[in-house]
């Protein structure tokens, strides 16, 4: 089954403890993003990633970092999580020329304490 | 730069009657629009997509949308709601194709009522 995939879906941590949140999808799709959800805000892309050791910022990237190592896999780095980054977290991929159409993973619900 | 704004963070609608979720975009280039929608603990899912060809777009579930350049809007509609269609709404813009940003409104949250 085509599906991207994250890890953990939940997670409570408190401030200045590092996480990973883990992103891998089995459709060989080149671009790679993050998104974090708001309430009222939608969605809001983090990073993304054009394909193996390519990624660059999106529109709110302060505070989190990532690493493009594999093709399939995009996992998401806070190296200090803050409480406004108390969140929920989407993973999505695509390919070229599917007019900007993405696959989103499940989202990681994420509180720092 | 690409925008999106949709109209109403709720809706509430009686079960089989019209649903109408508005969503207007701003785009300085032909844009390819979408709509997802968010079922209640889970990801996001793909309803319909306007991509350059028919401006009536159909999607799943009875979903419909219709591209209106002069307007700059991108309604979706469904002529009887179900209660299944309770779930949350996104309009969301892609300025170029292939490329790899979406820009989301800020969601609306659709209650079907029995």
């Known amino acids: 089954e085509a599906q991207v995939t994250q890890n953990p879906r939940y997670l409570i941590t408190v401030t200045g403890k590092k996480l990973t949140v883990t992103c891998s999808q089995n459709?060989?799709?080149?671009?790679m993003s993050w998104y974090r959800q708001d309430p009222g805000l939608g969605l809001r892309q983090i990073y993304y990633?054009?394909?193996?050791?390519?990624?660059d910022k999106g529109d709110v990237p302060e505070g989190y970092k990532v690493s493009r190592k594999e093709k399939r896999n995009f996992p998401l780095i806070l190296e200090s999580p803050s409480p406004n980054q108390t969140s929920l977290y989407f993973c999505?991929?695509?390919?070229?020329?599917?007019?900007?159409?993405?696959?989103f993973g499940p989202g990681t619900r994420l509180t720092v304490l | 730069a690409q925008s999106v704004t949709q109209l109403g963070s709720h809706v509430s609608v009686s079960e089989g009657a019209l649903v109408l979720l508005r969503c207007n975009y701003s785009?300085?280039?032909?844009?390819?629009l979408f709509w997802y929608v968010q079922y209640p603990n889970q990801g996001l899912q793909l309803l319909l997509k306007?991509?350059?060809?028919?401006?009536l777009v159909k999607g799943i579930n009875g979903f419909e949308a219709e591209f209106k350049k002069s307007e700059t809007s991108f309604h979706l509609t469904k002529p009887s709601a179900h209660m299944s269609d309770a779930a949350e709404y996104f309009c969301?813009?892609?300025?170029?194709?292939?490329?790899?940003?979406?820009?989301f409104g800020q969601g609306t949250r659709l209650t079907i009522n029995p």
């Open positions: 990633s054009m394909n193996v050791e390519v990624t």
């Open positions: 999505a991929s695509s390919s070229p020329g599917t007019s900007g159409e993405q696959f």
């Open positions: 459709m060989n799709h080149e671009y």
């Open positions: 969301a813009v892609s300025a170029l194709q292939g490329a790899q940003k979406l820009v």
């Open positions: 785009s300085s280039v032909p844009p390819y």
């Open positions: 306007y991509t350059s060809a028919a401006t």
